[in-house]
Protein backbone atom coordinates (compact mmCIF):
# COMPACT_ATOMS: atom_id res chain seq x y z
CA UNK A 1 0.00 0.00 0.00
CA UNK A 2 1.21 3.37 -1.01
CA UNK A 3 -0.46 5.47 0.91
CA UNK A 4 0.88 7.27 4.21
CA UNK A 5 -0.75 10.22 6.16
CA UNK A 6 2.61 11.04 7.66
CA UNK A 7 3.97 11.70 3.75
CA UNK A 8 0.82 13.35 2.80
CA UNK A 9 1.14 16.84 1.55
CA UNK A 10 -0.73 18.28 4.18
CA UNK A 11 -0.03 18.57 7.58
CA UNK A 12 -1.23 15.31 9.45
CA UNK A 13 -4.62 17.55 11.22
CA UNK A 14 -5.16 19.29 8.17
CA UNK A 15 -5.16 15.33 6.14
CA UNK A 16 -7.73 14.19 9.20
CA UNK A 17 -10.12 16.61 8.70
CA UNK A 18 -10.23 16.51 4.99
CA UNK A 19 -10.51 12.70 5.14
CA UNK A 20 -13.33 13.70 7.58
CA UNK A 21 -15.18 16.18 5.43
CA UNK A 22 -14.30 13.43 2.51
CA UNK A 23 -16.07 10.98 4.10
CA UNK A 24 -19.08 12.46 5.60
CA UNK A 25 -20.09 14.63 2.27
CA UNK A 26 -21.20 11.75 -0.01
CA UNK A 27 -22.41 9.26 2.94
CA UNK A 28 -26.17 9.46 2.61
CA UNK A 29 -25.36 9.38 -1.24
CA UNK A 30 -23.21 6.19 -0.51
CA UNK A 31 -25.17 4.37 2.20
CA UNK A 32 -28.33 4.57 -0.56
CA UNK A 33 -25.97 2.38 -3.03
CA UNK A 34 -24.71 0.17 0.12
CA UNK A 35 -28.12 -0.60 1.05
CA UNK A 36 -29.02 -1.20 -2.57
CA UNK A 37 -26.55 -3.92 -2.78
CA UNK A 38 -27.61 -5.75 -0.04
CA UNK A 39 -26.04 -4.14 3.27
CA UNK A 40 -28.88 -4.22 6.10
CA UNK A 41 -28.91 -3.61 9.56
CA UNK A 42 -28.02 -6.48 11.69
CA UNK A 43 -25.72 -7.90 9.48
CA UNK A 44 -21.58 -8.38 10.83
CA UNK A 45 -20.05 -5.94 8.85
CA UNK A 46 -16.18 -5.64 8.20
CA UNK A 47 -14.64 -2.21 6.79
CA UNK A 48 -11.34 -2.85 5.24
CA UNK A 49 -8.84 0.03 5.64
CA UNK A 50 -10.94 1.86 8.08
CA UNK A 51 -8.40 4.57 8.73
CA UNK A 52 -9.28 7.30 11.70
CA UNK A 53 -13.24 5.93 11.48
CA UNK A 54 -14.84 8.33 9.95
CA UNK A 55 -16.95 6.14 7.55
CA UNK A 56 -16.75 3.44 10.66
CA UNK A 57 -18.56 6.18 12.85
CA UNK A 58 -21.20 6.20 9.92
CA UNK A 59 -21.86 2.88 9.81
CA UNK A 60 -22.15 2.42 13.57
CA UNK A 61 -25.06 5.31 13.39
CA UNK A 62 -26.70 3.89 10.36
CA UNK A 63 -26.58 0.04 11.30
CA UNK A 64 -27.79 0.22 15.00
CA UNK A 65 -27.89 -3.45 15.22
CA UNK A 66 -24.81 -4.20 13.71
CA UNK A 67 -21.86 -5.37 14.59
CA UNK A 68 -18.74 -3.72 12.96
CA UNK A 69 -15.32 -4.94 12.55
CA UNK A 70 -12.59 -2.07 11.75
CA UNK A 71 -9.36 -3.52 9.73
CA UNK A 72 -6.68 -1.18 9.61
CA UNK A 73 -2.82 -1.57 9.03
CA UNK A 74 -1.85 2.11 10.20
CA UNK A 75 -1.44 2.10 13.90
CA UNK A 76 -1.79 5.88 14.26
CA UNK A 77 -4.57 6.19 12.54
CA UNK A 78 -6.60 3.50 14.07
CA UNK A 79 -5.17 5.21 17.31
CA UNK A 80 -7.45 8.03 16.26
CA UNK A 81 -10.28 5.98 15.43
CA UNK A 82 -10.00 4.67 18.98
CA UNK A 83 -10.19 7.57 20.60
CA UNK A 84 -12.86 8.97 18.36
CA UNK A 85 -15.17 6.16 19.09
CA UNK A 86 -14.14 4.96 22.54
CA UNK A 87 -17.47 5.25 24.27
CA UNK A 88 -18.82 2.36 21.43
CA UNK A 89 -19.33 -1.02 23.38
CA UNK A 90 -17.12 -3.53 22.10
CA UNK A 91 -20.09 -5.68 21.26
CA UNK A 92 -20.92 -3.46 18.43
CA UNK A 93 -17.47 -2.41 17.52
CA UNK A 94 -13.71 -4.30 17.37
CA UNK A 95 -10.68 -3.10 16.39
CA UNK A 96 -8.01 -5.41 14.01
CA UNK A 97 -4.76 -4.10 13.09
CA UNK A 98 -3.98 -6.37 10.35
CA UNK A 99 -3.13 -6.17 6.96
CA UNK A 100 -5.75 -6.34 3.97
CA UNK A 101 -3.31 -9.07 2.23
CA UNK A 102 -3.60 -10.97 5.72
CA UNK A 103 -6.36 -10.25 7.52
CA UNK A 104 -6.46 -11.68 11.07
CA UNK A 105 -9.91 -13.20 10.91
CA UNK A 106 -11.69 -16.36 10.80
CA UNK A 107 -13.17 -17.86 7.57
CA UNK A 108 -16.27 -17.04 6.66
CA UNK A 109 -17.30 -14.31 9.20
CA UNK A 110 -18.87 -11.56 7.74
CA UNK A 111 -22.13 -10.98 5.69
CA UNK A 112 -20.74 -7.81 4.15
CA UNK A 113 -17.21 -5.87 3.57
CA UNK A 114 -16.64 -2.40 2.68
CA UNK A 115 -13.86 -1.36 1.18
CA UNK A 116 -13.75 2.45 0.82
CA UNK A 117 -10.69 4.15 -1.49
CA UNK A 118 -8.36 1.56 -0.63
CA UNK A 119 -8.08 -0.50 -3.89
CA UNK A 120 -6.40 2.60 -5.52
CA UNK A 121 -3.70 2.18 -3.10
CA UNK A 122 -3.07 -1.34 -3.41
CA UNK A 123 0.04 -3.31 -5.32
CA UNK A 124 -1.92 -6.31 -5.39
CA UNK A 125 -5.77 -6.03 -5.52
CA UNK A 126 -6.01 -9.73 -6.75
CA UNK A 127 -4.62 -10.74 -3.59
CA UNK A 128 -6.79 -8.42 -1.30
CA UNK A 129 -10.50 -9.68 -3.07
CA UNK A 130 -9.10 -13.69 -2.53
CA UNK A 131 -8.24 -12.87 1.15
CA UNK A 132 -11.68 -10.60 1.76
CA UNK A 133 -13.48 -13.31 -0.10
CA UNK A 134 -12.05 -15.44 2.59
CA UNK A 135 -13.49 -13.82 5.07
CA UNK A 136 -17.27 -13.61 4.10
CA UNK A 137 -19.77 -15.47 4.94
CA UNK A 138 -21.41 -17.98 2.31
CA UNK A 139 -23.89 -15.73 0.19
CA UNK A 140 -22.01 -12.68 1.48
CA UNK A 141 -21.44 -9.47 -0.17
CA UNK A 142 -18.66 -7.25 -0.81
CA UNK A 143 -18.68 -3.39 -1.88
CA UNK A 144 -16.32 -1.48 -3.41
CA UNK A 145 -16.19 2.26 -3.85
CA UNK A 146 -13.07 3.40 -5.34
CA UNK A 147 -12.39 5.87 -7.89
CA UNK A 148 -11.43 5.96 -11.60
CA UNK A 149 -10.13 9.23 -13.33
CA UNK A 150 -11.03 8.36 -16.67
CA UNK A 151 -14.72 9.49 -15.11
CA UNK A 152 -13.51 12.28 -13.22
CA UNK A 153 -13.50 16.22 -14.38
CA UNK A 154 -16.81 16.98 -14.96
CA UNK A 155 -16.35 21.06 -14.25
CA UNK A 156 -17.47 24.05 -14.22
CA UNK A 157 -16.44 26.82 -14.88
CA UNK A 158 -13.82 24.57 -16.76
CA UNK A 159 -10.02 24.10 -15.11
CA UNK A 160 -7.98 23.91 -18.07
CA UNK A 161 -4.73 22.51 -15.53
CA UNK A 162 -6.73 19.78 -14.34
CA UNK A 163 -6.63 16.74 -17.02
CA UNK A 164 -2.75 17.31 -16.55
CA UNK A 165 -3.08 17.59 -12.30
CA UNK A 166 -4.61 14.33 -12.61
CA UNK A 167 -1.97 12.64 -14.80
CA UNK A 168 0.35 14.19 -12.62
CA UNK A 169 -1.20 12.67 -9.36
CA UNK A 170 -1.68 9.46 -11.25
CA UNK A 171 1.83 8.76 -12.21
CA UNK A 172 2.49 9.34 -8.93
CA UNK A 173 0.42 6.61 -7.72
CA UNK A 174 1.40 4.04 -10.00
CA UNK A 175 5.15 4.77 -9.57
CA UNK A 176 4.49 3.83 -5.84
CA UNK A 177 2.16 0.29 -6.75
CA UNK A 178 -0.79 2.11 -6.65
CA UNK A 179 -3.73 2.43 -9.84
CA UNK A 180 -6.05 5.28 -9.98
CA UNK A 181 -7.56 3.96 -12.91
CA UNK A 182 -8.77 0.94 -10.97
CA UNK A 183 -12.49 1.29 -10.57
CA UNK A 184 -12.71 -0.12 -14.96
CA UNK A 185 -10.36 -3.32 -13.62
CA UNK A 186 -12.69 -4.19 -10.63
CA UNK A 187 -15.42 -6.15 -12.12
CA UNK A 188 -12.95 -8.82 -14.38
CA UNK A 189 -10.79 -8.74 -11.15
CA UNK A 190 -13.36 -9.96 -9.34
CA UNK A 191 -14.82 -12.31 -11.38
CA UNK A 192 -11.61 -14.13 -12.44
CA UNK A 193 -11.70 -14.66 -7.84
CA UNK A 194 -14.55 -16.41 -7.64
CA UNK A 195 -17.03 -13.14 -6.90
CA UNK A 196 -20.55 -13.92 -8.66
CA UNK A 197 -23.31 -10.89 -9.12
CA UNK A 198 -21.20 -8.56 -10.00
CA UNK A 199 -22.38 -5.05 -10.79
CA UNK A 200 -20.55 -1.55 -11.33
CA UNK A 201 -22.42 1.63 -10.91
CA UNK A 202 -20.80 5.02 -11.21
CA UNK A 203 -21.76 8.25 -8.00
CA UNK A 204 -21.53 11.67 -8.66
CA UNK A 205 -20.24 14.11 -6.11
CA UNK A 206 -20.55 17.34 -7.44
CA UNK A 207 -18.73 20.85 -5.42
CA UNK A 208 -21.59 22.88 -6.07
CA UNK A 209 -24.32 20.54 -3.56
CA UNK A 210 -21.45 19.31 -1.46
CA UNK A 211 -18.60 22.24 -0.96
CA UNK A 212 -15.68 22.17 -2.50
CA UNK A 213 -13.60 21.21 0.59
CA UNK A 214 -13.49 17.20 0.30
CA UNK A 215 -12.57 17.50 -3.15
Do not use: C
Not at 164 to 192: C, F, W
Request: hydrophobic share 40%; aromatic share 8%.
Amino acid sequence: MIYNIQTAVLSFQEELERLKVQAIMGWPKEFRNLEWYGLKNGMRVLEVGSGPGYITEQLLNSLPGSEITSLEIDRTLQAQAKERLKDVSSERLKFVESSIYQIDLPDESFDFVVARLIFLHLNNPVEAVQEIYRVLKPGGRLAIIDVDDGVFGAVNPDVPALHTVLMKIADYVAQHGGNRLIGRSLPRLLSESGYINIDIDSVLQHSDVLGIEGF
